[in-house]
């Protein structure tokens, strides 16, 4: 245990990260996925990384688990250097792909029976260490049903429970809802609190803005390859959109002179379809209130801002 007083060392330390690919003109050119990428994970806490589709997250999850390399940074975990102790490093990880890369033609215990075997836990202890994964994940009375006759929530939870059965004290989740229905993300969602209040340092990649809500302690905000923004959901919030917005409703006219009263007013906006949301709209003064209200013809809806605010803002793309 740490000394009173001290941080903890973080379970992942990612710093200076760097992925490059040829771009799809072709002609030598060269496409930055990962453009100096920094992360830091504590260990008992969930990072999320949320970003949308593109913005570098699963290439990242790959440069960490050793399956892709990285032509620039470092990677440590718990001070183990990816790139030079790639076995022991890749020890201490769980790691669960966003695909569903298990053997359907196998029962679901047969599954972490390989994965048992490929993580070399002693004989004696495997049949103990499957059954604890199997009851992390609630699969107990499905173990001996083929993984393809298993519904989609069913598979991932073994896919999680694939990797939590060498009880690792990182976990890697690549979009790990994606895909799911309400309820069995909801599910997903309490087993990985469970991981997290146990100890467990998790890194979670996602573009669902209510599972970063719900599960990060600490957010990184990731587009284009780069880190754009990191912290606490409230504290993200509070240093890019305030705590008030106005959304407006009306043709694209008015919300385009919303959108100008918000400027001249150092306000920044976000569109949503048929609407305009001004933000940090607590800091406007009165006057702003009543022009942007009478070039919309009419009030607008007020409403606390959000997380979905910030990564708007900040990634420049709409959520969904």
Not at 4 to 33: D, H, I, N, Q, Y
């Amino acid at each position: 245990m740490s000394a009173p007083g001290t941080v903890a060392a973080p379970a992942l330390s990612v710093r200076g990260l760097v992925k490059e690919f040829p771009a799809p003109s072709g002609g030598g050119a060269r496409f930055r996925a990962v453009d100096g990428l920094d992360l830091a994970v504590r260990p008992g806490s969930c990072l999320g990384l949320l970003g949308p589709n593109g913005a570098g997250k699963s290439t990242t999850m790959r440069m960490i688990t050793g399956l892709a390399r990285p032509d620039r940074g470092s990677i440590e975990v718990f001070g183990l250097d990816v790139a030079t102790e790639p076995k022991r490093a890749r020890a201490q990880m769980g790691v669960v792909p966003q695909e569903e890369n298990l053997d359907f033609d196998l029962t679901a215990r047969q599954n972490l029976e390989i994965t048992a075997a490929l993580q070399r836990i002693p004989r004696r202890s495997r049949a103990a260490a499957i059954d604890a994964a199997l009851a992390v994940a609630q699969l107990e009375e499905k173990q001996k049903v083929k993984v393809g006759k298993l519904s989609g929530g069913m598979k991932r939870r073994l896919l999680i429970a694939r990797g939590l059965i060498h009880s690792p004290r990182l976990v890697l989740l690549d979009e790990p809802t994606v895909g799911l229905d309400p309820q069995v993300r909801s599910e997903l969602w309490t087993l990985i609190d469970k991981l997290r209040s146990e100890g467990v340092a998790v890194l979670m990649s996602t573009h669902y803005i209510e599972e970063a809500e719900r599960l990060a302690d600490d957010v990184a905000v990731v587009a284009k390859g780069r880190v754009v923004a990191t912290g606490t959901p409230a504290a993200l919030r509070a240093a890019h959109v305030g705590e008030q917005a106005l959304e407006y409703y009306g043709p694209p006219e008015r919300l385009e002179a919303v959108e100008s009263l918000a400027a001249r007013a150092g306000a920044a906006t976000r569109r949503t379809g048929p609407a305009v949301s001004v933000l940090r709209a607590e800091a406007l003064h009165v006057d702003v209130r009543e022009e942007m209200r009478a070039a919309a013809l009419g009030a607008p809806l007020e409403r606390v801002a959000t997380l979905e605010d910030v990564f708007v803002l900040l990634t420049g793309e709409q959520v969904g």
